[in-house]
């Protein structure tokens, strides 16, 4: 592929991260790219490419770029739990799942109350084993994205899944709730409002969340997938790359050559390499931090 140059716009004499002086494409041809999560024990990276109804494989130790899963729900968004499974947020069968060693699929969710989610979006599971997930309506407002359908639920909201499995409804006053992601000390959990234009900041009680405040407003585009250092800052996926300060401050835009970052997350074997999907296209750059490990 090919690589760009690239520079952070600094905003905030505390930001300090540095790294590559460009960015290095790793695949481009896709329709909308989604999703990325890098699986450590195989040294490669899953994304989805959601109109295509694919998830592809870019493998590290090579480049290739090939299909991992085809048809795959629609899937969007991706993490892995603490015993390295998959778990993923299906638009098209509006439900989240996890991939088994053995490649089975095991519906971790598709129902609150017996009611059809609309299309869960992004996920992030916490060290206590619970799987905590958006469902915006993306999936069921047209067939671009899933499968064009009535909403059986009142709003688009967040939930819980316990390790026991009962689904419990954790945030119901969001418009279209987004990318979702854990402060290392899982005592704070971020979530992008895409409609609200912000990101909102929640204490984290057990399996219970309280405040909600808005953290940030969004200086370009719409906010969609988040992820956190383990210096506790905010990295925001919208019309470019994001980065705030865990009180808040917006301290540096990493511009990316395409019109709208979907999603983003750290990988490689330090965790200090960053994944980008933007629109058509995934990009990589190396960075002097690391994510924190709670994907």
């Known amino acids: 592929m090919h690589n760009d140059p690239v520079g952070f716009r600094n905003f ?5 991260v540095a790294g590559d002086d460009y960015l290095e494409c790793l695949f481009s041809g896709g329709r909308w790219t989604e999703g990325p999560v890098y699986v450590p ?23 290739s770029v090939s299909v991992f899963r085809s048809p795959a729900g629609y899937t969007n968004g991706h993490t892995l739990d603490r015993q390295g499974r998959l778990v993923s947020c299906e638009h098209g069968n509006r439900r989240v799942t996890r991939t088994e060693l053995d490649g089975s699929v095991t519906v971790i969710a598709d ?10 979006n992004d996920v992030v599971v916490a060290s206590d084993g619970s799987v905590w997930f958006t469902d915006p309506p993306y999936g069921i407002t047209s067939d671009y994205e899933g499968h064009k359908a009535d909403p059986e639920i009142d709003g688009c909201h967040v939930y819980r899944v316990d390790p026991s499995g009962k689904v419990e ?27 609200g234009g912000h990101l909102r900041r929640f204490d984290v009680d057990g ?5 909600g405040e808005v953290f940030a ?24 790359v994001h980065c705030f300060d865990p ?41 002097n931090t690391n994510g924190s490990w709670r994907l």
Do not use: C
């Open 247 to 287: 009180d808040g401050s917006h301290l540096a835009t990493l511009p990316i050559p395409q019109p709208s970052v979907s999603n983003l997350v750290f990988g490689g074997p330090k965790r200090n390499r960053l994944f980008i999907t933007a629109t058509d296209s995934v990009y990589s750059i190396m960075l």
């Open 12 to 16: 905030d004499e505390r930001f300090a």
């Open 217 to 240: 407003e969004s200086p370009g585009g719409n906010f969609d997938g988040l992820r956190v250092d383990v210096e506790g800052r905010v990295w925001a996926a919208a019309a470019d």
């Open 169 to 195: 409804r954790v945030a119901d006053d969001f418009q279209r709730p987004n990318g979702l992601a854990f402060s290392p000390d899982e005592r704070v959990l971020y979530i992008a409002d895409t409609r």
């Open 111 to 120: 129902r609150w109350e017996g009611k059809r989610f609309n299309s869960p």
């Open 207 to 211: 399996g219970s969340l309280s405040g």
């Open 41 to 63: 024990s195989g040294k490669y990276l899953l994304f989805s490419d959601i109109p295509n109804d694919r998830i592809m494989r870019w493998d590290e130790t090579d480049g």
